[in-house]
């Protein structure tokens, strides 16, 4: 069992009878009395997202899920299909339950696959990834790394701010939790 104020987005939990992967968690504390944990919860076998309030305090069954170490090999356009690292079986993971991850993805890249009953249901990125700039303002004599950032749209498609000294063909690590640039590659 799971406190419902330790939830984070992409957590699967057991709830009525269903599993569901956490789609977004506000926690609203009143000044007197217990605070409210809002959470927005999509549904593995309908694919419906539904709104559930907690109280805090309140414990919910986390799932129980395997992880298979895996390589994203290419998409369809409908699935993303990953092969798994150890007996080279392929599965397909529809674009809906990798959401912002596709942004992430490129061939080769190592990630871990969420399994419940032998089936993937989902997957967990790598903290970072090196990723290709393809679009982003020139430089301008005196820009420097103090003074903000640019937009860059990256080669998934991505688009993230970057420092002025960044040019298109640059690779660079981007945070997969938070989508920021962290340095040059």
Do not use: C, W
């Not at 999509?42 to 170490?69: C, Y």
Request: proline share 3%; no cysteine.
């Amino acid at each position: 069992m799971i406190e419902v104020g330790d939830l984070e987005k992409g957590m699967y939990i057991k709830y009525e009878g269903d599993i569901y992967r956490v789609v977004d968690v506000n926690k609203h504390f009143r000044a007197r009395g217990s605070g409210l944990i809002r959470t927005k919860l999509k549904s593995l076998s309908t694919g419906l997202i539904r709104d559930a309030n907690f109280a805090s305090g309140e414990k919910v069954e986390e799932a129980e899920l395997s992880f298979r170490k895996a390589e994203y090999l290419y998409n369809d356009g409908e699935n993303y299909y990953f092969m798994d690292l150890q007996t080279y079986e392929q599965y397909a993971i529809p674009e809906s339950e990798v959401d912002e991850a596709k942004y992430y993805l490129i061939e080769n890249t190592q990630v871990d696959l969420v399994m419940h009953d032998e089936k993937p249901i989902g997957i967990n990125l790598p903290t970072t990834v090196v990723l290709e700039v393809i679009e982003t303002e020139p430089n301008f004599k005196g820009d420097t790394v103090s003074g903000g950032g640019k937009p860059a749209v990256l080669q998934t498609g991505l688009k993230i701010s970057v420092p002025f000294f960044i040019n298109v063909g640059d690779k660079i690590k981007v945070d997969t939790r938070t989508g920021e640039y962290i340095e040059r590659a």
